[in-house]
């Protein structure tokens, strides 16, 4: 019988490289010899393709595979990029389409759906690089209809990459101006003060539409205000689940994890980041590829119900049939 090709992308063109070069050696090293017939597919930092070592187009890259399994985290990994070559090509890949893909990745727009769809989530003002409005007045207007601290963060890109917390308004100003140089816009939030959360959520898994992982508990050093970029690529994050949350606080987050994943039209798995407060979960962001690395949550979510990784990409591999 023959074995089916499956390509595996991974590294690519964000500040998530690194975090995505584990996902993919954990993605490749999960899919059993006797099954798959695995190729390693690399985007460099420059968006170059890479097959077998050599450079070359992703059409040549992406001949003879069955199927890709999308490892890359952020930028043209999940920005739709990827996804509309895929298709253009021809190819069937797992994860969500390019539409669905974006909207995920820009917490703007992302933001604006999901608190349509009634999903609690921190009161946020974005700005754009082309306002006429001087940054001063931009913060004046943040500290008319929000209080402080904010958490200033970019409106793309995971992994609590570039995120800032501004405890005053004075500080306002310089930190909007620094992401508005650097990223093209700013989303100010409110500061939620809380308990870190994640959910994952499968398509078609064990007899549900869309089963909802149990939530985990996020912990990360306690002399740390806020979950941000380094503790991910240091490995200093510890997932506990099955979490100390109340049966009440993880019914609240596995149903408000399945409705983002709704709202934002994603496609066989999403992980869905909250904060737990006293007046219920707040929604941070919704991740379209979620990481499975070593310090990545989902390995660890997948386990407490007694499946894995390998089972988890077969399972995704098998939803391109249905």
């Known amino acids: 019988m023959a074995r089916t090709v499956v390509g595996v992308l991974r590294g690519g063109t964000s500040n998530e490289y690194n975090l995505s070069l584990k996902t993919g050696a954990a993605v490749l090293n999960a899919l059993p010899e006797d099954s798959y017939d695995v190729r390693d597919i690399l ?16 059409t040549r890259a992406l001949s003879q595979i069955d199927f890709v399994l999308n490892a890359l985290h952020g930028g043209v990994g999940e920005d739709g990029t990827v996804q509309r070559i895929l298709e253009q090509v021809g190819v069937p890949y797992a994860g969500s389409d390019p539409r669905s893909s974006a909207i995920s990745l820009n917490k703007i727009q992302s933001g604006i759906m999901l608190k349509k769809a009634g999903i609690r989530m921190p009161r946020a003002i974005s700005f754009m690089a082309d306002s006429t409005m001087p940054v001063d007045e931009m913060a004046r207007f943040v500290f008319s209809n929000i209080g402080p601290p904010y958490m200033l963060k970019p409106p793309y890109g995971g992994a609590s990459h570039g995120l800032v917390l501004v405890s005053t308004i004075v500080e306002l100003p310089h930190a909007i101006a620094d992401a508005l140089e650097n990223y093209g816009a700013a989303l100010v939030e409110e500061f939620i003060r809380g308990e870190e959360a994640t959910v994952g959520v499968i398509d078609h ?51 408000a994890a399945r409705a983002a994943h709704r709202a934002l039209g994603l496609s066989d798995f999403s992980r869905s980041d909250f904060i737990i407060t006293s007046r219920g979960p707040y929604l941070l962001e919704v991740n379209a590829l979620p990481g499975l690395h070593e310090h990545a949550a989902l390995p660890y979510m997948l386990e407490s119900v007694g499946t894995s990784v390998k089972d988890f990409l077969g399972h995704a591999i098998g939803l391109s049939k249905r």
Do not use: C
């Open 43 to 58: 985007i460099d930092k420059t968006g170059l393709w890479h097959s077998r070592g050599i450079p070359v187009e992703p």
């Open 205 to 255: 898994f064990r007899g549900e539409e869309l089963y909802a992982l149990p939530p985990a508990r996020v912990m990360y050093p306690e002399e740390s205000p806020f979950l941000h970029f380094d503790h991910h690529t240091n490995g200093q994050l510890k997932y506990i689940v099955p979490s100390d949350f109340s049966d009440l606080e993880k019914r609240s987050l596995m149903d």
